[in-house]
């Protein structure tokens, strides 16, 4: 065995083990969901699904089977869906524009053969011996008929282009889906997680600044059981709303699980970003909740934030656990309000 190959079977085994012990101190059971979602979160793969972890384990101590359920189905069960219909979309495009191409290539070489042989016939037609008339009768009809074949192959072929572009169009439209969360219709987690490695690596050519702002509904779990999942679906809209009129276009807005948004603030410093996530803030704390069913007011909805600025040597690992430190240490204060990495150690030391 090689020593690359024995260092990872080692560390699978560390990895195994460290699954096993949190399975046991944080889970009601041990299926082999809970498994795969510890394994996962041992191994670091998926940053957005630790930083779920965290935030349920902070809040209640334990993960429910319900909580890996989600967990399970949003990060790892999803994933896999998603990738799946990534690769199939990406494949299919990238056969569409080959045969786009050919299909180029042919009405070229077609119009390009028929302007030949009306040159050839033009040439024989300007001779003058008499035995070559027959041939330069026999070259025109041959070039009409060439030509009328032509046109009609061309006919087919554009007909195939406008199939193809519109398969194509329909291919795009559901990479589009596969990337949009249908509740809120901001960006889902996939493509979120697409856009902060692009800004990560972007920003180490750039040296652009960039911000990061994580969001979560104050007390959610309970305003859901108390009102019931339509009315918290309403409270997810509403957040998803606000960020919409709130942020600028540039921006990557996202729901990546939950009661859990994300904003991505390309070209935008740590101050600017705070001055984004207040606006949010207050914006949502300003909005009354009404039962659409009945009229009646649930009262004010509520949201923490953190927001991080991107360093220099950020992964997007350490650039979300960043901005979720700066969210825990806002629920932490008491919530319903903002705190960016320039003020976390003053927050940690009281904390």
Request: charged share 25%; net charge negative.
């Amino acid at each position: 065995m090689s020593g690359a190959g024995h260092e990872d079977r080692e560390r699978s085994y560390v990895i195994a083990q460290r699954a096993n012990e949190l399975m046991r101190d944080y889970g009601s059971s041990a299926s082999p969901r809970a498994y795969a979602v510890w394994y996962n979160y041992v191994s670091g793969r998926q940053p957005l699904m630790n930083t779920a972890i965290k935030r349920l384990t902070t809040q209640s101590g334990s993960l429910s089977d319900g909580d890996i359920d989600d967990l399970y189905e949003a990060h790892i069960d999803g994933r896999n869906v998603e990738g799946e219909l990534d690769r199939h979309n990406a494949g299919l495009i990238t056969e569409v524009q080959g045969i786009m191409e050919m299909i180029d290539l042919s009405l070229g070489s077609t119009a390009q053969y028929g302007a030949s042989l009306q040159a050839i016939s033009k040439d024989l037609a300007d001779t003058t011996p008499n035995r070559l008339k027959d041939i330069v009768a026999t070259l025109i009809v041959n070039t009409c008929e060439v030509a009328a074949s032509n046109r009609t192959l061309e006919a087919h072929m554009r007909e195939s282009r406008r199939e193809i572009e519109t398969l194509r169009e329909t291919l795009a439209a559901a990479r589009l889906e596969s990337l949009t969360d249908p509740l809120t219709g901001l960006s889902n987690r996939k493509h979120f997680e697409e856009m902060l490695c692009k800004e990560i690596d972007e920003g180490a050519k750039s040296h652009q600044p960039a911000s990061l702002i994580l969001i979560d509904i104050d007390f959610f779990k309970r305003f859901n059981d108390l009102f019931g999942h339509l009315t918290g679906d309403q409270v997810l809209r509403l957040v998803a709303v606000v960020m919409r009129e709130t942020v600028s276009a540039r921006a990557t807005l996202s729901r990546f699980g939950g009661e859990e948004f994300g904003i991505l603030l390309p070209g935008i410093g740590r101050d600017a970003a705070r001055i984004v996530a207040e606006a949010v803030r207050t914006s949502i704390m300003g909005r009354d909740l009404v039962k659409r069913a009945t009229g009646e007011s649930l009262g004010k909805v509520t949201i923490s934030l953190g927001v991080a600025q991107r360093r220099p040597d950020d992964t997007m690992v350490s650039f979300i656990e960043r901005a979720d430190s700066c969210l825990y240490a806002g629920k932490r204060a008491g919530r319903n309000r903002t705190i960016d990495d320039g003020e976390l150690s003053e927050f940690s030391e009281v904390a």
